[in-house]
């Protein structure tokens, strides 16, 4: 070389501000948080956090702080002081613009709307279908197809939140699709999509799904053809 060059280390070099920090996915950040309370179970915040930064030593204190209370605004995760273990039903339990008020507190414990149910907790009137992991995957990959046929006949439920995960695609590679709050409309619009992707997407061993509704209507196609699948 015509000059002389000097080496730096990656660390070195975001000092001086020559490069940029790196940034964690927000929305894979939220993905990890749910499914790792989802899997292991209700815990406290700085729990769910030490297993993130772990992973991620790119993630700051405040990313996993605002994906949290995006959890738990939207009604994916609650929130209660107590006990992780606990059985009894705590004071509190809270999602929404009220959970979030006290989320991140040393006391808080955070929990699934479905591990919440199992345990007795939810009132009447907070009634939520869910679906999740492999089991979930079970249930829903085999409707892909005809999700847009279920809609077009009628069904009338608006999908909270919709996660299929490790789709194996027939060259190689693994395919994601993610909906968040889609109305009936739009399910139906949909049809053609789901149609492609039962197409060429199939079940592996890493394929999970994620499906909450809320308020489930018993008449409604989808739910009936999701509780008639054990």
């Known amino acids: 070389f015509s000059e002389p060059y000097s080496l730096i280390t990656v660390q070195g070099a ?15 950040l939220r993905q990890e948080i749910f499914y790792s309370i989802d899997r292991e179970g209700p815990a406290f915040f700085k729990e769910v956090a030490q297993k993130i930064s772990d992973k991620h030593k790119e993630c700051s204190t405040r990313d996993l702080e605002q994906a949290v209370l995006k ?29 979030t008020m006290y989320a991140l507190q040393p006391d808080a414990v955070f929990i699934t709307p479905s591990q919440a149910r199992a345990r007795g907790w939810l009132e009447a ?4 279908l869910a679906l999740s992991g492999k089991e979930g995957a079970e249930k829903l990959l085999p409707l892909l197809r005809r999700l847009g046929s279920l809609y077009s006949r009628g069904a009338k439920s608006t999908i909270k939140y ?14 994601r699709l993610l909906l968040e709050d889609v109305p009936p409309e739009s399910m139906k619009a949909l049809g053609e999509v ?10 592996g061993q890493e ?13 409604c196609l989808l739910i009936q053809e999701l509780k008639a699948k054990k």
């Open 71 to 99: 959890l738990v605004e939207s009604g994916r995760l609650m929130v209660y002081r107590g006990r992780p273990e606990q059985q009894e039903k705590p004071e509190t339990l809270q999602d929404g613009s009220f959970g």
């Open 14 to 28: 975001k000092q001086r501000g020559w490069i940029g920090e790196d940034k964690i996915d927000l929305e894979q």
């Open 162 to 175: 919709m996660d299929l995960t490790g789709l194996e695609l027939p060259g190689g590679g693994t395919l």
């Open 207 to 219: 394929t999970e799904a994620y499906l909450q509704i809320d308020e489930p209507d018993e008449q």
């Open 194 to 203: 789901f149609e492609c992707l039962d197409a060429v997407a199939k079940m």
């Open 125 to 128: 009137g907070r009634d939520r």
